[in-house]
């Protein structure tokens, strides 16, 4: 028997005219690549986003076309998440941060129509328009007084304020077929060719709901969010969706994402919640000390990406009262997988038990199954100890890659995460390694991430990398990476005995290398492959 309810299909644009109507005067602030800083409402959104629909109608586009952006956070980039996805187009968001070379192959391989673009990126957009074939159209995302009067680009290059202007925003969100293309993101593709994860109406809207709950990001009208991840990164992390469901303040920090400008921001415009990976916040937690502030409103920050080290996370709570939420996620799935957020019992543990819960990347929301299993596939226990593949499925889990031709990267219908994870028997996720990383000695697995963790909670270390290098007797040994804290006199034998006693004894390190600083990819996330080339034969050459 058929239930009796209606058939709504889950679509992107209901997300904004629900804000429109319920929080239609809620505030969107946004720093902007011009300089200064520009608010405005969600009905000014509403309103602006279906004056893009039309535009985007007279230009052409079609239900299921590609729009590339290449944008900061922004609330012009924001207009952008709703007009395409909202007219049944699909919004393409590219990583500034990505090798030229790299970006031409995602555009061309997306066939996107139009690029629009924020004009710090006019240089990078001029040396890909000479590489690609598929965009004739480009949309400097600014006003007709900052268009750049030269430029390199032989296709046409539009304004986005004309576009606004010269169209009417009296616009109808089309009713789509919930399971038709949103949004579509390339992972950052730190080994082969980026991948195309193509996220449907229904898979974005069934992950804003999870990921607002409180024991995920925890989002609600009270708030004001800044999201510091970017826009082109997994739709920051899904928070512009989310913003409009629950009706939450946006800030949105535009290019400038250092200490001293966050820090401003967050306080000027009281933001309660940001979210980032785990490197910007580094920058801001350094402003702050130096200049000995204080954050008045901001009482929660989401940390993923990379792992949070427990140093960062007991920084934020005894310096600053500001809770961390240490989340686990990847392009593939939308992003949001687990959040570290705390059971009733584990509130009264002690400090230092509760951050060796809070090093783990937290408990699946609903949604999303996981499992681990071991070499052959057979499921390991939640037990807190064995270690294995993460596999997971769910509605927001992506089944295959875009233009991979039906060819599918799932195991048994699961989705092979490629980290390696214990779960404990509270259902917390702890990731040990990405499988690419594992450090492999004398035939067992050393945890790359549990000893970065260690290592990071001495006071003079700045940043802790630890990666596999050869080793004639052991196949790998663990080599560690520091980059000091600067004047510090911290030498290689003060690191081994700190982590003595804190790790087991045959993970310690064979050696350690101070060095200046660690290569950081398009994601924010330590390059270990890049070290690896770099430093793994440490051992055979020492
Ligand atoms: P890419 O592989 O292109 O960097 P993502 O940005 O989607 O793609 O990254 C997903 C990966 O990032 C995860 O599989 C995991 O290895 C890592 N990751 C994400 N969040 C965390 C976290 N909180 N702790 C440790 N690793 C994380």
Redesign the pocket.
Known sequence: MQGLMMQQPLLVASLLTHAERHHGGQEIVSRRVEGDIHRYSYRDLAQRARGMANALAALGIEQGERVGTLAWNGYRHMELYFAVSGSGAVLHTLNPRLHVDQLAYIIEHAQDRIVFFDLTFLPLIESVASRVKSPKIFVAMTDRAHMPTTHGLSSMLMCYEDLIDLHHDVFEWPLLDENSASSLCY????TGNPKGVLYSHRSTVLHTYAAALPDSLNCSARDAILPVVPMF??NAWGLPYIACMVGAKLVFPGPALDGKSLYELIEAEQVTLSAGVPTVWQGLLAHVDAIKGAFSHMRRTI??????PTAMTAAFRESHRVEVL???????LS?VGTVCSLKAHQLSLPVSERYAVQAK?GRGVFGIDMKIVDADGNALPWDGIAAGDLLVRGPWVAREYFGSEGQSPLRDGWFP???IARIDADGFMQ?TD?SKDVIKSGGEWISS?DIENVACLHPDVTTAVCIAARHAKWDERPLLLIVKKPGSGLDANGVLAFLDGRIARWWKPDAVVFVDTVPI?A?G?VLKNQLRDQFGDYYLTA
């Open positions: 992972t950052s593709g730190t990164h997994v940390v993923g990406g990379a792992a949070c240490h989340a686990w996620g990847m392009t593939e992003p990347q995460t490629g980290d990731i990405r991430t990819g994601t996330k």
